[in-house]
């Protein structure tokens, strides 16, 4: 009895640990006429690519996989 006790404590605490981590907010897809358009990755790095106008930062993770994280 005292070591079910013990292992729901632990899941409560894992579960509780979880919930309260920071979410990292990542930026939505604009809802423009300019990003209607577009419905695969290689049109974002039109845009976003190295050397382009509005080229993502050097930090920023993978470039192939934009709907991944971005959402309309």
Known sequence: MKNTIIF???V???IAFLFLLP???V???PHDQRHAEVTAEEGC???HGKGRPEQLKEGHPPKFACFKCHRR
Request: glycine content about 6%; proline content about 7%; aromatic content about 0%.
């Open 8 to 10: 729901a404590l632990l």
């Open 12 to 14: 409560l605490g894992v």
């Open 45 to 47: 790095l039109e845009c």
């Open 27 to 29: 930026p939505l897809i």
């Open 23 to 25: 979410r990292k907010e």
